[in-house]
C-alpha cells in the first residue's frame, strides 16, 4: 500500500541522504523495493555496508549507481564484497560494478 510500503521507503531513502533525483533514480532502477520488507531485507543490507567501513557519502554513490543492490539477497552482497575486499579493490565504485555482473561474469573476473 502506499502508506504501507511507499512512503516508508521513500523516506528511509532520504534519511540515507539521497535527494529527491537519487530517489527517484533508485526506484525507477529498482521498482520491487516496495514489497521488500524495510525491517527484514532493506536496512540489513545498508548496515552490511557501514559493517564493512562505507560512509553515507559512499552508500549513497552505491544506491545512485546500482539500485539493483537493495533488490539482491544478503548473501549475494557479503560474499561479493569479501572476494572483492579479498582482492584490495573494495570502493563505492568497484561494488556497484560487480553486483551488476552475472555469476559467471564475476566468477571469471
Known amino acids: 500500500s502506499l502508506e504501507g510500503n511507499l512512503k516508508p521507503t521513500v523516506q528511509w531513502l ?4 539521497l535527494d529527491d533525483v537519487q530517489v527517484a533514480k533508485v526506484i525507477v532502477g529498482k521498482s520491487q523495493l516496495f514489497v521488500l520488507s524495510l525491517e527484514n531485507n532493506l536496512k ?3 548496515q552490511m555496508l557501514r559493517e564493512q567501513g ?8 552505491i544506491l545512485s549507481s546500482c ?6 539477497s544478503a548473501k549475494r552482497l557479503a560474499y561479493r564484497m569479501k ?3 579479498a582482492r584490495g ?7 556497484g560494478t560487480v553486483m551488476r ?7 571469471a573476473r
Do not use: C, H, N
Not at 532520504?14 to 541522504?17: K, M, N
Not at 539500485?67 to 539482491?72: M, N, R, S, V
Open 14 to 17: 532520504r534519511d540515507l541522504g
Open 44 to 46: 540489513p543490507k545498508i
Open 89 to 95: 579493490s573494495l570502493t563505492d565504485k568497484s561494488l
Open 101 to 107: 555482473l552475472m555469476d559467471a561474469q564475476f566468477a
Open 67 to 72: 539500485p539493483a543492490l537493495l533488490g539482491y
Open 54 to 61: 562505507f560512509a553515507a557519502s559512499q552508500i549513497v554513490r
Open 83 to 85: 572476494v572483492v575486499e
